[in-house]
């Protein structure tokens, strides 16, 4: 593999508990109970798409809402051990790496940016950038565009069901960030325990 594109949320930093924690505590106040487990099935996708998937009454004013809040979480955040050596070495060995996110720019600013991650990335695809999101394969084909990125050489490294959806509908291969510890019921082309498991893809 030449080209590593990467998913954010549950892949690089761990955000779960920031977005579905700031999520549950706006729909308490507006007098809607949703479980964590409800609200967690759709972690990895635009946030637009997630309370349109849950069918949120008043959507767009629980959208303004729900990115200011989770500063009351971001203490929760944090990067998964060994990604950024990882980064690292990858570049070392001339791997072309990008990121293709459902964050919008000021969450990627308020994460990716702020935990010193965005040196790591010669190109990073947002919410902004696309028409459509995961499980759409336009941010990775972006990435890729992007990179001038071929296909064959290219692995997207995500955690979801939605990740390897856009993987596959790119034409790519889909690597599971299994250092999450999440063990969801996929079937990926290429499973990583580490981060350091990217290497042997060198």
Request: hydrophobic share 45%.
């Amino acid at each position: 593999m030449k080209s590593f594109i990467f998913d954010i949320d549950g892949t690089l930093l761990d955000t779960e508990t920031m977005y579905i924690k700031s999520l549950q505590a706006i729909l308490h106040e507006r007098g809607m109970e949703r479980s964590y487990a409800e609200l967690a099935t759709t972690f990895g996708i635009p946030s637009k798409d997630a309370l349109l998937r849950l069918k949120v009454p008043d959507w767009e004013r629980v959208l303004a809402l729900w990115g200011p809040r989770t500063q009351d979480y971001r203490s929760t955040v944090a990067v998964y051990a060994g990604v950024t050596d990882a980064l690292q070495a990858l570049k070392d060995q001339g791997a072309q790496l990008a990121i293709m996110t459902s964050k919008r720019r000021f969450e990627y600013d308020r994460d990716v940016v702020a935990e010193g991650l965005s040196g790591y990335f010669s190109q990073a695809v947002i919410a902004e950038d696309v028409a459509h999101g995961k499980p759409a394969p336009d941010g990775i084909l972006l990435a890729m565009e992007r990179l001038h990125a071929d296909p064959q050489s290219t692995v997207y490294v995500g955690d979801t069901l939605y990740d390897l959806e856009a993987a596959h509908a790119a034409k790519v291969q889909f690597g599971l960030a299994a250092w999450n510890g999440k063990h969801p019921d996929l079937t990926p082309d290429v499973s990583f325990l580490t981060p350091a498991d990217m290497l042997k893809l060198l």
